[in-house]
């Protein structure tokens, strides 16, 4: 069973930094793409960040500067720095796995609040 489990959110005061850490547990296949995505209200997730198994990024243009992605394949991890951070930063983050083979995967999501 492909389990996700995140770790690193909090409450976090405006300039602040917080990292937030994934770990992908369960998985018999090659993991191709990990990221995260957001959700402040509604069912709409924004993508945040991802990376290839490669090492390619993408980021939303809101982030763009101010957070960074990284992962390690041997460990199966995927962490998000995230420096400057601003009230509309404030968002449930969710970790996701894309496999070579089957679903996506995701995490149970961890509360990031930016807030003085």
């Known amino acids: 069973q492909v389990q996700l489990v995140e770790s690193g959110g909090g409450l976090v005061q405006p300039g602040g930094s917080l990292r937030l850490s994934c770990a992908v547990s369960?998985?018999?296949?090659?993991?191709?793409?990990m990221g995260w995505y957001r959700q402040v209200q509604g069912p709409q997730r924004e993508l945040v960040a991802a990376i290839s198994s490669g090492g390619s990024t993408n980021y939303a243009d809101s982030v763009k500067g101010r957070f960074t992605i990284s992962r390690d394949n041997a460990k199966n991890t995927v962490d998000l720095q995230m420096h400057s951070l601003k009230p509309e930063d404030t968002a449930a983050y969710y970790c996701?796995?894309?496999?070579?083979?089957?679903?996506?995967?995701w995490g149970q999501g961890t509360q990031v609040t930016v807030s003085s």
């Open positions: 369960g998985s018999d296949f090659s993991i191709y793409r």
């Open positions: 996701y796995a894309d496999m070579l083979v089957g679903p996506r995967y």
